[in-house]
């Protein structure tokens, strides 16, 4: 490869990456695992990111290993799990760096011997063996890595890693642009796709070849790095030196000693010898050219006393590190000039020495050497300052003396260094300077000063607030206060008070009036078209409940609620029962016997067709009488209906075995004879007789099963009188126990209980149901804990009744996490209940952002947390929230979540009545429910100190609700763990071009250290037959194991002996052999126990074929091995369509290939045909309408339309799709309610594709489609029309779709151990599976493992307060109509986040960031001292979804920034100019659509058809008033900063976050020196004493995207929590990162395809921004609306007429 080859393909390397960094996904890293998957950190990436960053000054190496720490220990901290990885090549990319070599020697040093990370250093480069093999092993889900480096060629060096690791399926992510919070870190992750992997197999040679021309390029660069300053000495040479200096330093100090001396010392004397040996080259060269030897030597002599003084100051530099604390350094000055050019050849040869020094630490291996402080090993701006000491301020006749201990330690390291040099003498160390060269240059202010900064008066500005002293006064008396004449408190802003009646986001104004009788039901009620529409919406509703459960639907009467009875205890039988109730008794028991009747003659008529088929096919004959079995309640037939089935059994059994060999016997047979035993002694015992248990000992006999046989029956009646040689050939061949677990494992019984409870008619509930409803009878609350489809749902059903039947008032709130749920509920509810209420009342009511129905004038309101929230903080909707008497929140376990966690989290603490919380997720629910349990004793004592006149006031309020339930304020914890059929796991890999499943043994995930840490994962079970296996494999490898027998499943204490063994004996069977295999790795087997794990594990399995192109085909196996209907999750919006799209195409391309050309013509014939027998009838229907009625004419008309009919069927006949080329079951649904479903999809956006789609029975679901889309998928899929479903994890939360098999079909981020348990928990469809099976296609082994062992996530709070937070609840507080009620909420939202339970710290952290926002909103003008709302505050919270864009938008209006840009295009004139519009959507698209690109993404070289992409910076006006917005808001950050940093823990401060390094002690005071040089102690209270080595102060908080580390870390509270919104976002490396375009350019193009190609969006993704961005408009230009009196201002004309176009383009797309 030639080199202008060589560069061109390097370029087309980097525009492969480029084109894949706008489509990275800003995503969250560590999503919900307890412990991270693991991931990979390129050394030299986080380097060069770190070193970029703003605050840090060159040469400062402990603030850079601060900033270091500080990162790593945040990746730690939120569960990170990681390597840092250092290639060999990486370290020639800073042959031009010298100053760095060090550094990055240290650092590795330092990671090794400081902290536990794992660091690795052998491997050469990123294509090596080693590398590839060290992946493989380590499975790392993704490699943190930078798109750029410090010079062109370290970025090609990453370029390199990345292809590779996308080549080798590791994702990749960027260590650039990252942001963190409280709970997450969020960075760009570009995954590894099929193109990627194939670029790399497809251009393998080319890009070996190029990274080892790239390689021979930096060795070179390193050759003449060493060339210019060690002239003739090669690498090898100056390595010997070092090692030579290394050994005589040893000789020297026998003792041992510290790195930093030891470094000292040697760099010195060996940067003193090299620059000697340098000086003498350049005197040879000069001789050479014969000028005056004398002078030239003289002039040497001169440069090497120079050095020598430069070294003498490094060594006292290096005294001062020693002795000095870090409280002292942090006050040093700041020199800002820079080195003296004629010095710069020393210091860089003296990098290279320290470099050398360091890389050959190895040989101290036996010598007492302290590497404690490999991160303080120099500090360059310590040099400096004392450098201008002596340059400037000694000369001057400033004489400070050095103190006796840093001169006699200083005196020692230049001793030191005096014998090291050996070859010459160096001078004494006294004195320190004795050349006159200036090292540093001049400068005209060369000391930064500090102490003039301008930092504002610190202090509060004081409140007379009672919710403000309620909250915070315990820490107000330590807080500084502005007098009341203060400047910044007499020009607080007066504006007028807002009352805030109106909220916008359903566009249906809620006035405050909102009276039931005049409903909007009543106003329009007169519009037959309203009503029309109004009814079908509820008969879809009902028609969408039925399909997701068959209950029949419950008519709700009101009843007086009596004080309640305890239903758990069943009453005791009166002694007398009435007239009437014997009447009743035995009017039932006639009825019964008729029934009886009934069923036995229906069995006699089938009875004879089943016995035949039977005979005919055992199978078959079986499914057809259970079906029977189903259908029939009466005992008696159905006992009859089993012997008939076990006599049929035993028959075709018999049969089979007289014909065959032991090893082709088809035991599905013996299976079902089982099934029959089984049901006839568990459900029918006391049925019977003598006979029947004769012949089920004769069965159990034929079966081998002699030891039952006789425990069951013990005379000898049974073998038919065959001599026992016989009956060997019927045996199954095993014995009872290991049949009946290892065949019958999914049909063994569960345990159920018998007895119904009266309150629940459809199904007899288990203990812990019943526990559910007690909770509900006891007006508990309940956090519930249980797996997915067990039924924990039932709870909310019956609470929902029970507050329906109490009153016509009383109102049950179920709150789910997204609107699909909503709208499932909803339907649920609409089928399950029907109530007779007042006129304009309704039973059930939605409340979304999109739309809302009935929601305040029902009795059961579903809503999203968001709008739930809206409700309960509105203060004139506090009547309508006293009516709330329960509250459900299905999915409790969001409260965890990404977005909107913390709404969860204010709704559980505002509510007052009880709740239940429901989830299947969720690890520590104990902290949960006692957290909840601490927000219910607050509302306890709050009920108590209001006194009685609560309930009073509600009689007043309700006069028909007569009856008050007495508050209970328990909160119980309700948990089970068993699900009702046990899940199988497979793994499908690629061979060949074909599919093959291995089955994944659950104990195969599982490691010895793993079980010895943590034991077994309480949710890892096993089926009975995996139960068997694990028996199996353990008796295996430990040949004298001495509980062998007593663990054999024969005779097991759980199974020995029993005819039917139950579910709950094979799962006690199974924690035996748990237990067992726990003991055994606790008692020094753990080898075998590794053997049996390891021997469980499947063979590694690897796809190597294109996963995409072989989805359809894994489609048809599971189809052909029955395994559908079927879930396939997958985690990107675009491949969700794509998979289901491309399973589509290929069942056509199999209709295309079976079709005959012969039915291509027909068709096209009959077409033909079809259209002129239309034409006739059309021309014979003008002739009929012209004569009079011509009887022939008729029968001429009839015929024509006869043979129309004919020819539709035969044309219909000819396009139907054969049965194997869809996966629709046509017979599940009939054709008019199919066309119903697909009516509702007429006018959506991909309507007409998914009805294509459903033809094939094919569908897919994710959050981007319309809600009647997801209804159409959610129908047919539950009526088992559609039987492929390809979804995002949406899917998972809550919605009913229960499959038969869930397949994972690719690898995510989002992928986790709380998701996998969502998703899985789908499959198995109680009542028609008795086992579910889970498929990982394209999931790698380890991540399989991590998966089923990792637990979910413990739940685990939010950072619960902003601003417009804030703000919300000082209006509820100051504006409610129950003044002492708010007042209780907002306390309860401030004190109870869970974030702060039993973190008396962070609580501390919470009280002051509400104090700054307090502060805040006074200097803005949204409140006053009394904590009143001022100005456009409600404007501000109706925007609260837009923090702090919505603070910003304000301060523009209030401005009058809109006005000078809204003008209309004429005088008078009501329209605006496109440029008006387009200008008015770039600020708010600056505002409110901000997604952020990759920095590097602005050098592309793409070509863009439609879109700008790089969104433009806001007008000057606009720009200018947000700088100064900033910069106020800022400017109180910084000050707030300071007024709290007394309350920072300063222990923790001076020392390193991760390797806990201490840098604290006694201050030197007896140096005059030190005095001098650390005196700036003002200006640095709120800053890291870290960061102030680098000349950061207190005024650079005042300063634009200052970085979080700067600011004291344990205050809590960092700039991310300031709402400033900066124009120019900046990535860690100092880059400008754009902002998308999306908006700006869908408004002007209104194309979606647009955004797809040139912005690089997923259409769904960016349909959702989209529809968001119109929301927002929309919301503003009501909210103008309602606040302008104006009708004709431009301003809110200018919104409406943007809000009506945009919602237009909008529509059309």
């Known amino acids: 490869m030639g080199l202008e080859e060589h560069m061109m393909f390097l370029e087309k390397m980097s525009q492969l990456i480029m084109s894949a960094l706008p489509k990275a996904k800003h995503s969250s890293l560590f999503n919900d695992f307890v412990e991270s998957e693991f991931f990979l950190i390129d050394g030299d990436s986080l380097l060069a990111t770190c070193i970029c960053e703003k605050s840090l000054k060159q040469g400062q190496q ?807 929230e809206i409700l309960l903080l509105s203060p004139h909707r506090q009547a309508w929230v006293k009516r709330i008497r329960y509250v459900i929140f299905d999915e409790v376990h969001c409260l965890g979540g990404e977005i909107g966690a913390e709404v969860w989290e204010h709704l559980l603490v505002m509510i007052r009545c009880p709740f239940l919380a429901l989830s299947a997720t969720i690890s520590n629910p104990e902290h949960l429910t006692e957290w909840l349990q601490s927000v219910k004793r607050y509302w306890k004592q709050e009920d108590n100190t209001m006194g009685k006149n609560r309930n009073a006031g509600y009689c007043a309020s309700s006069h028909k609700y007569q009856f008050r339930m007495k508050e209970s304020y328990k909160v119980r914890l309700v948990l089970y763990g068993e699900r009702y059929n046990d899940l199988e796991k497979h793994i499908c890999s690629i061979t060949h071009d074909d599919i093959y499943f291995d089955h994944f043994h659950p104990c195969a995930a599982l490691t010895t250290d793993h079980i010895e840490k943590y034991g077994f994962p309480s949710d890892l079970t096993l089926s009975p037959r995996e139960t068997i296996q694990l028996y199996d494999t353990m008796f295996q490898f430990w040949e004298s194991w001495p509980r062998a027998q007593e663990l054999d499943p024969e005779k097991s204490i759980h199974c020995k002996n029993k005819i039917v063994i139950k579910k709950l004996d094979a799962r006690k069977y199974e924690e035996s052999l748990k237990a067992e295999l726990t003991s055994w790795i606790k008692n020094g087997h753990a080898e075998e126990a590794k053997m049996v794990l390891r021997n469980l594990s499947p063979d590694s399995v690897f796809s190597s074929g294109n996963t995409v192109k072989m989805f359809p085909l894994l489609v048809e196996k599971l189809r052909k091995m029955e395994k559908l209907p079927a879930l396939f999750f997958l985690f990107n919006l675009g491949d969700v369509e794509e998979r289901a799209l491309s399973v589509r195409t290929s069942l056509e391309q199999k209709q295309a290939e079976k079709r005959s050309l012969k039915a291509d013509k027909e068709a096209h014939d009959v077409t033909n045909k079809l259209r002129k027998v239309k034409k006739s009838i059309e021309k014979q229907k003008t002739i009929d309408e012209k004569s009079q009625k011509n009887p022939r004419k008729m029968d001429q008309r009839l015929i024509h339309e006869a043979e129309h009919t004919n020819l539709l069927r035969t044309l219909e006949k000819n396009l139907e799709i054969p049965q194997e080329c869809t996966y629709a079951n046509q017979k599940a649904i009939d054709t008019e309610t199919l066309q119903m479903v697909f009516d509702r999809v007429k006018f959506t956006r991909k309507g007409e594709e998914l009805k294509a789609l459903a033809r094939r029975g094919i569908g897919y679901h994710h959050s981007s489609l319309n809600f009647k889309e997801k209804q159409l998928v959610e129908i047919l899929f539950r009526k088992g029309f559609i039987r492929v479903v390809t979804a995002t994890g949406t899917l998972a939360l809550g919605i009913n779709m229960p499959c038969k098999s869930v397949v994972f079909a690719q690898n995510s981020v989002y992928l986790d151990a709380l998701n996998y348990r969502q998703m899985s928990g789908r499959a198995g469809r109680r009542g028609q599976d008795l086992m579910g099976d889970v498929y990982f296609f394209d999931i790698p082994l380890p991540k399989i493992g991590k998966l089923i062992k990792s637990n979910v996530p413990e739940l685990r709070g939010q950072f619960p307060l902003s601003i417009t937070l804030v703000l919300r609840l000082m209006l509820l507080a100051s504006k409610g109509d129950d003044p002492e009620d708010a007042k209780a909420k907002v306390l309860s939202v401030l004190k109870h986040s869970l974030l702060s339970f039993k973190q008396p710290r962070v609580t501390e952290m919470l009280k002051l960031y509400f104090l700054f926002s307090l502060q805040f909103l006074m200097k803005q003008g949204y409140l006053d001292q009394e904590g009143k709302l001022m100005g456009f505050a409600g404007l501000v919270s109706h925007l609260h979804y837009h923090e702090p864009s919505n603070l910003v938008f304000v301060s523009f209006l209030v401005k009058g920034l809109f006005r000078n840009l809204c003008q209309p295009t004429r005088k008078g004139s009501k329209h605006f100019s496109q440029d008006v519009m387009e200008k008015l959507v770039l600020v708010l698209a600056n505002l409110f659509g901000r997604r952020l690109l990759p920095a590097k993404f602005q050098d592309t070289t793409l070509k863009f058809y439609q879109s700008k992409v790089f969104l433009e910076d806001l007008p000057e006006d606009f720009n200018d008033a947000l700088h100064e917005y900033n910069m106020n808001v800022t400017k109180d950050f910084a000050s707030f900063l300071l007024s709290v940093s007394k309350l920072a823990d300063m222990k923790q401060e001076y020392q390193l976050p991760l390797s806990k390094i201490n840098f604290t002690g006694k201050e030197c005071e007896d140096s005059q020196l030190v005095s001098h040089l650390m005196n700036c102690k003002e200006g640095r209270v709120a800053i890291s004493p870290f960061a102030c080595l680098s000349g950061n102060s207190d005024g650079d908080l005042f300063q634009p995207n200052t970085p979080n580390h700067v600011i004291l870390r344990t205050i809590g509270i960092n700039h991310t929590q300031a709402p400033v919104l900066w124009s120019k976002i900046f990535d860690n490396q100092g880059r400008r990162m754009p902002l998308n375009a999306y908006a700006l350019d869908f408004y002007k193009h209104g194309s979606l395809t647009g955004l797809v190609q040139d912005n690089r969006m997923n259409e769904g993704t960016a349909y959702e921004l989209l529809k968001d961005f119109a929301l927002t408009i929309r919301s503003i230009s009501v909210s103008l609306r309602e606040l302008c009196e104006n009708e004709d201002d431009n301003v809110v004309l200018a919104f409406e007429q943007l809000s009506e176009t945009f919602f237009e383009k909008l529509n059309q797309v």
Not at 111 to 122: G, S
Request: with cysteine; glycine share 4%; aromatic share 10%.
């Open 62 to 868: 402990l603030h850079f290993f601060y900033v270091i720490e500080c990162y790593l220990m945040d990746l730690i901290s939120k569960g990170g799990q990681f390597a840092i990885v250092f290639f060999k090549d990486a370290e020639y990319a800073y042959f031009s760096f010298p100053e760095l070599l060090p550094l990055r020697t240290a650092f590795i040093l330092h990671l090794q011997h400081n902290t536990t990370i794992d660091v690795q250093t052998e491997f050469s480069g990123c294509l090596s063996q080693g590398w590839k093999s060290f992946i493989e092993d380590s499975y790392p889900y993704y490699l943190m890595v930078a798109d750029e480096g410090l010079n062109h060629l370290q970025t090609h060096l990453f370029n390199f890693l990345i292809i590779q690791s996308w080549a080798i399926k590791v994702n990749v992510v960027l260590s650039s642009g990252q942001t963190s919070n409280i709970l997450r870190l969020y960075a760009y992750l570009m995954p590894s796709m099929y193109t990627n992997q194939t670029f790399f197999k497809e251009n393998k040679k080319k890009i070996e070849n190029a990274y080892k021309i790239l390689i021979k390029q930096l060795q070179e660069c390193r050759i003449l790095a060493l060339e210019s300053l060690f002239g003739n000495l090669k690498w090898k040479n100056m390595m010997d030196e070092a090692c030579e200096t290394i050994s005589l330093l040893k000789q020297l100090w026998p003792e041992g000693s510290d790195i930093r001396r030891v470094l000292c010392v040697t760099s010195c004397s060996l940067s003193l010898r090299m620059y000697h040996h340098f000086l003498e080259n350049r005197n040879k060269t000069i001789s050479d050219q014969n000028t005056d030897i004398q002078e030239v030597e003289s002039h040497c002599l001169n440069m090497m006393q120079e050095m020598e003084d430069l070294c003498k100051l490094h060594c006292l530099s290096v005294v001062f590190l020693l002795h000095l604390p870090l409280s002292q350094r942090a006050c040093a000055r700041f020199i800002t000039s820079h080195w003296a050019q004629n010095i710069q050849t020393f210091l860089k040869m003296k990098k290279w020495c320290e470099y050398f020094i360091l890389s050959n630490i190895n040989i101290f291996e036996f010598w007492n050497l302290n590497l404690i402080h490999l991160c303080d090993l120099s500090d360059e701006l310590l040099l400096k300052n004392i450098a201008f000491y002596y340059e400037n301020e000694n000369v001057e006749g400033l004489h400070l003396n050095l103190g006796d201990v840093i001169m006699k330690d200083y005196e020692h390291l230049w001793n030191t260094v005096s014998k090291l040099v050996r070859k010459f003498s160096v001078g004494k160390p006294f004195p320190l300077r004795t050349t006159k060269l200036s090292f540093l240059e001049k400068s005209p202010s060369p000391i930064k000063d500090t102490s003039k900064e301008n930092i504002p008066n610190l202090g509060f500005i004081p409140m007379s607030c009672e919710l403000v002293d309620k909250f915070v006064g315990d820490i107000l008396k330590d807080l500084p206060f502005l007098k009341s004449d203060d400047p910044v408190v007499t020009s607080l802003v007066k504006q007028k008070e807002f009352d805030e009646l109106v909220h916008w986001h359903s566009h249906r104004p809620l006035s405050d009036d909102y009276d039931r009788t005049k409903c909007q039901f009543d106003e329009k009620s007169r519009d037959p078209r309203f009503l029309r529409s109004v009814q079908k919406y509820h008969v879809f509703q009902r028609f969408y409940g039925s399909s997701l459960e068959s209950v029949s639907p419950k008519v709700v009467v009101t009843q007086a609620v009596k004080p309640k009875s305890n239903f758990s205890v069943p009453k005791n039988k009166k002694a007398h029962e009435t007239k009437a109730e014997i009447i009743t008794r035995e009017n039932k028991k006639r009825l019964l016997a008729k029934e009886e009747q009934k069923e036995e003659k229906k069995w006699n008529a089938v009875s004879f067709s089943i016995e035949e088929e039977m005979k005919e096919n055992l199978i078959s004959g079986i499914k057809n009488l259970e079906d029977f079995l189903k259908s029939c309640k009466s005992n008696s037939v159905k006992f009859r209906v089993e012997m008939v089935a076990l006599t049929a059994c035993l028959k075709a059994w018999k049969e089979q075995c007289r014909g065959k060999r032991e090893s082709t016997k088809d035991l599905s047979i013996a299976v079902q004879m089982m099934k029959r035993i089984h049901s006839l002694m568990e459900r029918y015992p006391e049925l019977l007789q003598e006979a029947d248990q004769q012949l089920i000992a004769r069965c159990l006999k034929y079966l081998g099963f002699d030891e039952l046989t006789s425990s069951l029956y013990p005379t000898q009646v049974v073998g038919d009188d065959i001599e026992e040689k016989k009956m060997d050939k019927y045996s199954v061949g095993m014995g009872p126990v290991r049949f009946q677990l290892q065949y019958m494992g999914h049909y063994l019984i569960r345990d159920e209980r018998k007895d119904p409870d009266p309150r629940v008619q459809d199904f007899i509930p288990d203990t812990w149901q019943r526990e559910l409803l007690d909770v509900v009878d006891n007006n508990e609350s309940a956090v519930i804990v249980a797996p997915t489809s067990s039924g924990k749902t039932y709870a909310s059903y019956y609470c929902m009744e029970k507050v329906l039947k109490e009153s016509n008032e009383g109102v049950v709130v179920y709150v789910a996490p997204t609107k699909a749920l909503v709208n499932q509920v909803a339907a649920t509810v609409q089928s399950r209940f029907t109530k007779n209420l007042p006129n304009g009342e309704a039973l059930c009511g939605v409340f979304t952002r999109d739309y809302r129905h009935d929601a305040l004038n029902c009795q059961v309101l579903i809503t999203v947390p968001a709008c739930f």
